[in-house]
Structure formats: C-alpha cells, structure tokens
Nanobody, 114 residues
Framework: QVQFVESGGGLVQPGGSLRLSCAAS????????MSWYRQAPGKERELVAG????????NYADSMKGRLTISRDNAKNMVYLQMNSLKPEDTAVYYC???????WGQGTQVTVSS
C-alpha cells in the first residue's frame, strides 16, 4: 500500500533551518515525480517544491524560492526538503506526495517562532 512518512519538523527560530525527510513506499518511486506541500492552519494545502523522477528538474513556490532545496535518493525511496531562512509564515504541516498525488501521510509540523 502507498505510504508516506514525513519527519524532521520541529520548532525553530526565525532565520533558522530544517531538513525534512520523506520515506515513500507502495509505488514505483524512481519513476515518479515528487513534491512537497504545506498546509497552514485555516488555509488550503499548497505546493512548495517539486522534483522530477531522475532528480534533474526542480521547481519551487515563489513564496519560498531561494530558501528551499528539494532532493531525492532513488536508491532509498527518500525525498528531502532543506529549508533555510525560515519565517513565521512558513509555519505549517509539511507533506510529501507523488505527482499526481496519492493518499496523504501524517505530515510533519514545522513551527517558526521566537
């Protein structure tokens, strides 16, 4: 069955960094484009970053461009999101998923606060 297990979130001060990880299983990971999404309280889920199956193409949301790096390890079925210069408005639950999306995992909470 399809499963996404996100980890690496936590409480960080403004300007800080976090590296999120996502373990994926239940589908052909190495042939799937992957994305990270986030959902802040009271807001819709939004796309923040995407990466092609071989990892050569990446795209980022304008709101976070320059502060994110998405990467993947196809040998381990893992996708990562390095987030730098975090702002309070980045506070949200972060999820990974295939493109197109399958069932959702639990996500990992990122809280940016002093």
């Amino acid at each position: 069955q399809v499963q996404f297990v996100e980890s690496g979130g936590g409480l960080v001060q403004p300007g800080g960094s976090l590296r999120l990880s996502c373990a994926a299983s239940g589908f052909s990971f190495s042939t799937a484009a992957m994305s990270w999404y986030r959902q802040a309280p009271g807001k819709e889920r939004e796309l923040v970053a995407g990466i092609s199956a071989p990892g050569l193409l990446r795209n980022y949301a304008d709101s976070m461009k320059g502060r994110l790096t998405i990467s993947r390890d196809n040998a381990k079925n893992m996708v990562y999101l390095q987030m730098n210069s975090l702002k309070p408005e980045d506070t949200a639950v972060y999820y990974c998923n295939r493109v197109p999306a399958l069932s959702w995992g639990q996500g990992t909470q990122v809280t940016v606060s002093s």
